[in-house]
């Protein structure tokens, strides 16, 4: 039934809609916004020709706005541009020269693309031939201003038609074909631009095998165009370099191969050990390549490639590590500092000052995110090394499953305020397979870490985002991820009626397909789960039918790898 409110507008399939915009730079909202509008046509016209319309009838005015749009003083005085973050968002509505008018404004292209999906999948709703649009007065900013993907190229499975798909490793060779790339990235930005995830790490975002300097170009344009950062995961005298792997200067093997006496001295194989995993060795091969932190020439190296990187590419962002299967202990290394592990701070407070400079001498707006490795963010003592790095970095702590219990009983908004520098987030290896959590429910997690990251002043998470949406336990984490990340005052409660419901069927059938995800893997607990989701997905259709039909699917799998008897 349309509704019939006086604050609704409708509009039949012939109005007239207007949109206003910078049609080339905003290119992919007005696409998103035609999507959207149920097929209506939509007539474009440039922001600067606004106050020049005839006054001819108009059904709906629609006017994109960024930054130093050119808007009619009129226009511009409703936008509290002070409060719109980069990706916060208003949609206010009003009358303009006497047409209905929405006003959507974004505080960079990402708010815009924000606002336009809001529009679109929360408040547009679709009775036969009528579209009916309510009155929208709404100012909209994060919660939390970074909410990262983390992924290795080789294991980012979203586009699922194609061979050599692998599911764990770190120093793997990339086996898809190679166009790969892009089909998977591609596809794992469009999800991230439409529910609010604004960065993306890649390590191996630059092979040979998938298109080199020109595919990774692609790749930034298009999420650039979508407002997702792209961040090349760099290692520094590891993990290849800038260039991972391929016949390139900054790909770190062929530095070394140059300049041997500059490799890093190990005084034990590689490997790295986390604590829900048995230690893992490394093979001998130039992908565990490494350089020595001491010396001056591999500085130099890194600082150079590190300029180059950022002058290449439309990135966002860098991730930095100085790799995590071992520490160089030659002797001047040894004089330098004790000893780590598998990982040294003191060698980041070394080279990282005059990579993070080469990076803005670049760029100025690149997110520097560097990797403060894992399970030691309550420990103050341990950090204090970091002190010594730049202030406006921004420090990722690592947390795995058995460490979290402590992280949310421990972390305070006093203990965040002591740490060394004011630009803190989390990375977890929770729900991946460093944490035997691939394809697992860990929403509730998710949830309770955003929301501690809020309330104790972090500024973000990073999960890895590695598995496609396709798999719906993996889009119910994610959704979970971006949205107690975007929105503060968000609960379980709400995110299931808001979020869940409507991909599910309802309510009560979104609590059940929670309850059905983490059934103990026992006959007869599996076969009712398999009988009650048959019934319940024989009255969906569409999405929600395939997203049950998963379901069943998944418990099948699960119930055949029980043993016989």
């Given at each position: 039934m349309i509704p019939l409110n006086a604050s609704y507008l409708?509009?039949?399939?012939?109005?007239?809609?207007?949109?206003?915009?910078?049609?080339?730079?905003?290119?992919?909202?007005?696409?998103?916004?035609?999507?959207?509008?149920?097929?209506?046509?939509?007539?474009l016209v440039k922001l600067s020709a606004l106050t020049e319309l005839p006054p001819e009838q108009v059904d709906w005015l629609i006017v994109l706005s960024e930054p130093n749009s050119p808007l009619p003083d009129a226009l511009t005085r409703p936008i509290p541009w002070s409060s719109l973050t980069e990706d916060g968002f208003m949609l206010?509505?009003?009358?303009?020269?006497?047409?209905?008018?929405?006003?959507?404004?974004?505080?960079?292209?990402?708010?815009?693309?924000?606002?336009?999906?809001?529009?679109?999948?929360?408040?547009?709703?679709?009775?036969?031939?009528?579209?009916?649009?309510?009155?929208?007065?709404?100012?909209?900013?994060?919660?939390?201003?970074?909410?990262?993907?983390?992924?290795?190229?080789?294991?980012?499975?979203?586009?699922?038609?194609?061979?050599?798909?692998?599911?764990?490793?770190?120093?793997?060779?990339?086996s898809k074909p190679r166009e790969g790339f892009l089909e998977d990235y591609r596809r794992l930005v469009d999800f991230m631009s439409r529910h609010r995830i604004n960065g993306v790490t890649i390590y191996g975002f630059l092979r040979d095998n998938h298109g080199g300097v020109e595919a990774a170009q692609e790749l930034c344009r298009y999420a650039a165009e979508r407002g997702v950062r792209i961040l090349p995961g760099v290692g520094i005298n590891a993990y290849g370099g800038i260039y991972w792997e391929g016949d390139h200067p900054y790909n770190l093997t062929h530095w070394l191969r140059r300049h041997p006496e500059l490799r890093a001295v190990f005084d034990k194989p590689p490997a790295f050990h986390l604590?829900?995993?048995?230690?893992?060795?490394?093979?001998?091969?130039?992908?565990?390549?490494?350089?020595?932190?001491?010396?001056?020439?591999?500085?130099?190296?890194?600082?150079?490639?590190?300029?180059?990187?950022?002058?290449?590419?439309?990135?966002?962002?860098?991730?930095f590590e100085t790799g995590d299967y071992g520490v160089c202990v030659c002797p001047e290394c040894r004089a330098r500092r004790e000893a780590d592990a598998t990982w040294s701070h003191r060698d980041m407070a070394l080279l990282y000052p005059r990579l993070f400079a080469a990076a803005r001498r670049a760029r100025n707006d690149l997110w520097l995110v560097c990797e403060a490795y894992w399970d030691n963010i309550l420990d103050l003592e341990r950090l204090a090394p970091l002190a010594a790095l730049p202030?406006?970095?921004?420090?990722?702590?690592?947390?795995?499953?058995?460490?979290?219990?402590?992280?949310?009983?421990?972390?305070?908004?006093?203990?965040?305020?002591?740490?060394?520098?004011?630009?803190?987030?989390?990375?977890?290896?929770?729900?991946?397979?460093?944490?035997?959590?691939?394809?697992?429910?860990?929403?509730?997690?998710?949830?309770?870490?955003?929301?501690?990251?809020?309330?104790?002043?972090?500024?973000?998470?990073?999960?890895?985002?590695?598995?496609?949406?396709?798999?719906?336990?993996?889009?119910?984490?994610?959704?979970?991820?971006?949205?107690?990340?975007?929105?503060?005052?968000?609960?379980?409660?709400?995110?299931?009626?808001?979020?869940?419901?409507?991909?599910?069927?309802?309510?009560?059938?979104?609590?059940?397909?929670?309850?059905?995800?983490?059934?103990p893997p026992e006959r007869r607990a599996l076969q009712q789960a398999i009988g009650e989701a048959r019934e319940i997905a024989a009255a969906q259709s569409g999405e929600a039918y395939r997203r049950w039909v998963w379901l069943q699917n998944r418990l099948f799998q699960k119930l055949a790898m029980l043993p016989d008897g």
């Open positions: 409708h509009l039949p399939s012939r109005a007239r809609i207007l949109v206003a915009a910078d049609i080339d730079h905003q290119a992919h909202a007005i696409c998103q916004l035609r999507h959207y509008l149920a097929g209506r046509t939509a007539e206010c509505s009003d009358v303009w020269r006497g047409w209905p008018l929405l006003l959507i404004a974004g505080g960079g292209r990402p708010g815009l693309i924000y606002a336009v999906h809001e529009l679109g999948t929360r408040h547009l709703k679709q009775y036969d031939d009528v579209l009916a649009v309510p009155h929208l007065d709404t100012l909209q900013v994060p919660a939390l201003p970074y909410r990262l993907f983390w992924t290795w190229d080789h294991s980012t499975n979203w586009y699922l038609e194609q061979v050599g798909i692998q599911e764990i490793g770190a120093l793997n060779y990339y604590p829900d995993l048995p230690e893992l060795w490394f093979p001998e091969t130039h992908y565990t390549d490494a350089a020595c932190p001491s010396k001056p020439e591999n500085a130099r190296y890194h600082e150079e490639a590190i300029q180059w990187l950022a002058e290449t590419f439309e990135i966002g962002g860098i991730n202030g406006d970095a921004i420090y990722q702590f690592c947390i795995n499953r058995s460490y979290w219990p402590k992280v949310k009983a421990q972390l305070t908004r006093e203990h965040v305020a002591r740490l060394p520098h004011p630009h803190n987030i989390l990375r977890t290896h929770m729900g991946s397979q460093w944490n035997h959590e691939r394809y697992e429910l860990v929403a509730d997690r998710f949830a309770e870490m955003m929301q501690l990251m809020v309330r104790t002043g972090m500024q973000g998470a990073t999960i890895f985002g590695e598995v496609s949406a396709f798999s719906t336990v993996n889009e119910i984490n994610y959704l979970a991820f971006a949205r107690f990340g975007y929105c503060a005052d968000l609960t379980w409660e709400r995110f299931i009626a808001e979020d869940l419901a409507p991909l599910l069927g309802g309510v009560a059938e979104a609590e059940r397909y929670l309850t059905w995800l983490r059934v």
